[in-house]
């Protein structure tokens, strides 16, 4: 069964397909759409090897040309040499207006490829098939594209949209446990920030999600796609309604930083939203029970919720501060009130981060 929704950005406005077995027909569905008449296929070295042949021929069997363009793994490759040295393999093609890109991959690949189609002949379509978890729910709906320089994640980069987004859940299955959980955080974060009923969802179909059966995991996907389509279609460029997302991300990517990446972002962010949830509490916005009892979920996905003993705490609090939302000097945080509805705020007390930074 496939699940079709839709991100409402008027004339930019564009579909999410989730189904098992998708890339088999990415294909055939890009040849109806008319997006392009070639396309590059940008994937990195391990998701080329895995899934490049797959979508190749669904493209060739559609009648569209395509060449499969490969750079190493990795966030280290999400930087402007990388993204040079794909921008001069499209212009050796011959890669011209009517073409467009295909991000085959996850965060990296999607945010890298999104930034080189807002750039490259200053602009060219392009569409996603995201084939981890965190790219399925996350990165790869929302137009957010851009690449890292030495002075931080993202810095540089472009509100983008896609043309199409194909989400194959077959692929979850070669994903790494580590890389699904990290997904499962931002999975968890959807229900905290927008819908309690997908929460309880949650609670009762935990078995059956990390045994990735089929029908959980799609109506799972196509949740999180739903809130987030809803949001980037009230807020594309984060004036308001979707600073939510960053729920669980301030104290999140603080701690990320802070332990030199060694904490992957999905993990991070599980502790993040632990953190938050306590600030909530201190600052008498949610209920006890209410934060136990998200608490209790991410722990039984088998997700961290403590900031690791070891990680230095002033450091954490270096990069909380210098967080590029930080706005002048002033920490926000999004603060749940109760499960399935959160608050913006600057009024958290440093002796109240500090407390929560100071559980070990
Ligand atoms: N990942 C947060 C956003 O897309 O806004």
Redesign the pocket.
Known sequence: MTHTLDVGLGDRSYPIFIEDGIMASVGADLAKRKIAKRFAVIADDNVARLYGSTLLRSLSDAGIAAELLSFPRGEASKNLQVFAELASRLAQLGIDRKDGLIALGGGVTGDLTGFLAASYLRGIPFVQVPTTLLSQV??SV?G?TGVDIPEGKNLVGAFYQPKAVYIDTAVLTTLPLQELLGGLAEVIKYGVIRDFDFFVFLERHLDKILCLDQASIQEMISTCCRI?ANVVAADER?SDL?RI??FGHTIGHAVEAASDFSIIHGLAVAIGMVAALRLAVACELCKKSDAGRVAALINAFGLPTEIPADLDRERIKKYLLTDKKTVAGSVFYVLPTAIGSVVITNEVSEAQVDAVLSRR
């Open positions: 996350d990165s929302g957010k987030k984060e979707r997302l960053n």
